[in-house]
Each structure stands twice: as C-alpha cells, then as structure tokens.
C-alpha cells in the first residue's frame, strides 16, 4: 500500500502538469542552447549556486580569491529574480539567452550542482564541481530503492564526467563521492572554500551581520534554526514543503533570539508565517555569515550541522522523524553514536536544552573535537586559495 501512495503522489496529475510544463520550457532552452556554435572559449569564469537562486556557498569564496589574484579574467554570476551578481562581476539570469551563451563561452565554469540535463561542455572548457556539502544523507547512487530512471541515471552520469575537478572537504568525502556520483574524475581534498570565513572572522565584522538581521544587542544568544528539506514531504503540485518542527508562538528562555533559515529545495513555496516568532532569514543571500551570527544551530540532517563545527559552538539536532528519515534515506555513519550534540524529539526538550547549553555542551565536548578531527580538519580559512592554485596555478 505504501508503495500504491508513493506512486499516487508522485504521478498525481497536478505534478505530472507541472513537469511537462518544466520539460517544455527546457526543450525551448535547449534549442537556444549552441555549445557546437563556439569557435573560441572567452577568458571568462561562470560562477552558479543553486541555479543563481544564491549568491555564496563554495563558488562566492572561489570568486573573491579568483578575482584578487586574476583580475584579468570577466566574472559571470547566475543570478534569479532574488538575487545580485557581487561586485566585480556580470549576472546572466537563470534560463536566458545570456545564460546560455555563458555556459557555451565561458573558459571555466565553477558550480555548486548540476546545470541542466542538455548541458555539453565545450572542448577546452575546465569544469569545477564543488558540490555542496558534508553528506550524513546517502547521495546518488548511494540511494537504496530511491527509484531512479534510467534516463536520470544516464544524465547523472554524463554531468559527472564533465567535471575536471570535484572539491572534497575531507578524507570521508574523497572516498564517498565518486561512487555517489559515478565519477571517475580528479578529487581535490582542500576543505570547502565557503567555510573559509568561519575560522577568519572577526568580532566587528559578526556584529554587522547580527545588525543587518534586526539583532543589536551584542549579548543576545541567537539560536539559528536550519531543517533540510524531507523526501516524503511534498504539495500536490510536487514542490518540497517547508520544514518546522517549531510551535509558531515558541517563548524561547530570556536573552535569546531565533533565526529561522529554510532550505533551498523549499523556496518555492516558502511563507514567512513558517517562521512563526522566529527572524526569518530563509531569503538571506549568505548562509555563511548567518553561522557567523549565530551562537547556536539547531538543525536535523543538514549537511550544515558539518560547515557549522568549524566554528567550535553548541550544535542541536531537532529529529522527531529520525527513524523514517533514515530508513528512507539512508545514513552513511551512526548518527546517534557520533552527533557532536543532542538529538532531541520535541520543542520541550529544545528549550530546556537551551536553559543549560553551557553544561550540555560540556557533555559532548569529547565528541565534538572527534567530529572535528574527522570533518574540519582541512578548515583553515585557506580552502579557497588551493582550490584556485590547483586549478588556475598557484600567481
């Protein structure tokens, strides 16, 4: 019967609309998309996170370390209709004509996912793949029973073999990765260039942030709130629900302050009122410096609980569905054994976990610094600068 409702919600007629109507305006896109048309690659690096729906993750720290050592090179950003190209550089939106000339013309091409499934990479294009996380979750193939198509297969197979270089943070990534992704390519273990700024931060600069938010008081404890996105969660429409294991109107204990960030896989239909009391940051263009303003993270099975513990602070994990997420998902280690923080089931035990973070951190203090050693260790705040000396030599 389970199996009988998978296959209800997932070829519903609305979802079923909805992907056609996606297939079509790809189609179109294709037609306008001539990688066989490019005599001569631009000296031009495309930089894309997330479809351009951010601006950050891996791809910003390359940039910024790109364009103080080779300003000779033109900048392009994906951009959306929610988002800037940084300073120092041009945007093409996601799906243009301009967007499609830049993945044709572009000399290097950096991305933090796969770009879209007619995607051809030009003779003489260098492509970096720097992925977008630390997985607990099995990724790809790694998937059981997650019911992949031939044709998705084929395509996941084909963007990975146009990769010249995937950035791995760790020793645990650079044996995960290639059978995840069928790649057979150059592993680069660097760190991750987007948790650069966690360990160079300063205390003005944290401030800042917390101001740009609506937090000025230097002594407010801010709590960031940042669930993934569920499998088994979607509208009928076929979109990613909003996660919020949160009551709405949650009293969090005197001095603190909640930030709440959703995933990307849920902006298209995300609502502030999901929030609720909490400071809603889902749209913030840089998660980066939400870590930096925050004092402690709440999180499930994001891969944000690994980019978080390079800053060495208090790290919850709100899992109510921890047995379904697992036993649809997959894990690639024992959570529960090695969680460098409590694994809590309710809002309950959120606050009376907060009410004495100092004593609970102390608890798992020996689990942290193991985490650390295993997943941090390349964070230094130089990832960026290797990434860039590997792939466009060390000037």
Known sequence: MSELKRLLKTYSP???????????????????????????????????????????????????????????????????????????????RHGSRDWLRAIATSKYLVNNTNFPWYFRKVQGQVYVQ???????????????????????????????????????????????????????????????????????????????????????????????????????????????????????????????????????????????????RAIDVTMYPDVTELYIAADVMITDFSSVMFDYTVTGKPILFLAPDLERYRAERGFYFDFEDTAPGPILNSEQEVLQTLGRIGQV???????YRAWQKKFNSLEDGHSASRVVDIVWGAK
């Open 130 to 276: 720097t992925w977008h996380g630390t997985p607990l979750k099995r990724l790809g193939r790694d998937i059981d029973n997650n019911h992949l198509t031939k044709s998705y297969l084929d395509t996941m197979d084909r963007e990975a073999s146009y990769w010249d270089y995937l950035v791995s943070p760790s020793a645990f990534c650079t044996e995960i990765f290639p059978g995840a992704f069928n790649y057979r390519g150059r592993v680069i273990e660097t760190g991750y260039p987007r948790n650069d700024r966690l360990s160079k931060t300063v205390s003005a600069q944290r401030q800042r942030i917390r101001e740009k938010i609506g937090i000025t008081d230097p002594a407010e404890t801010v709590v960031m709130y940042a669930p993934t996105w569920r499998d088994y969660n979607r509208s009928a429409t076929g979109n990613w629900q909003s996660v919020n294991y949160m009551n709405e109107n949650i009293d969090l204990p005197a001095g603190f302050t909640m930030i709440y960030r959703g995933h990307t896989n849920t902006h298209a239909v995300h609502k502030n009122e999901v929030a609720g």
């Open 361 to 367: 951190s102390k608890l798992y203090e020996k689990r």
């Open 14 to 92: 609305t979802r079923v609309l909805g992907a056609l109507r996606r297939r079509r305006n790809d189609w179109l896109r294709k037609l306008q998309y001539r990688p066989e048309a490019t005599a001569q690659l631009r000296e031009a690096v495309l930089f894309e996170s997330f479809q351009g729906k951010v601006i950050g993750d891996s791809s910003l720290d390359i940039f910024v370390e790109l364009k103080n050592r080779r300003p000779d090179l033109e900048f392009i950003w994906t951009t959306s209709a929610n988002t800037e190209a940084p300073a120092g550089s041009r945007a093409v």
